[in-house]
């Protein structure tokens, strides 16, 4: 069975950084994509960043040069390191995976806020 685990969230001030990571167990082959989604209160989940087996990435416009996505592939592990952080980036921030069979698993979510 396929589990994703979120960690690194927490409360950090205006300015501050964060690294939430995301490990992934249950399957035999490294993802084909890893990705980081956040939702925001009475908000839409949202794609933050997300990087391919070929270390291929994309960045939300709204966190270009803020964040960056990376990935340990004999780890399992998807990484985003967060700085410059502002009140808006406030959310629980969410790990999904997709193999190369298609299949997608989500993680149980990890709160990330952000005070001024």
């Known amino acids: 069975q396929v589990h994703l685990v979120e960690s690194g969230g927490g409360l950090v001030q205006a300015g501050g950084s964060l690294r939430l990571s995301c490990v992934v167990s249950?399957?035999?082959?490294?993802?084909?994509?890893m990705n980081w989604y956040r939702q925001a209160p009475l908000k839409e989940r949202e794609l933050v960043a997300s990087i391919t087996d070929e270390d291929e990435v994309k960045y939300a416009d709204y966190v270009k040069g803020r964040f960056t996505i990376s990935r340990d592939n004999a780890e399992r592990t998807v990484y985003l390191q967060m700085n410059s952080q502002n009140p808006e980036d406030t959310a629980v921030y969410y790990c999904?995976?997709?193999?190369?069979?298609?299949?997608?698993?989500w993680g149980q979510g990890t709160q990330v806020t952000i005070s001024l």
């Open positions: 249950g399957i035999s082959l490294s993802p084909k994509s």
């Open positions: 999904k995976v997709v193999t190369f069979t298609g299949w997608s698993y």
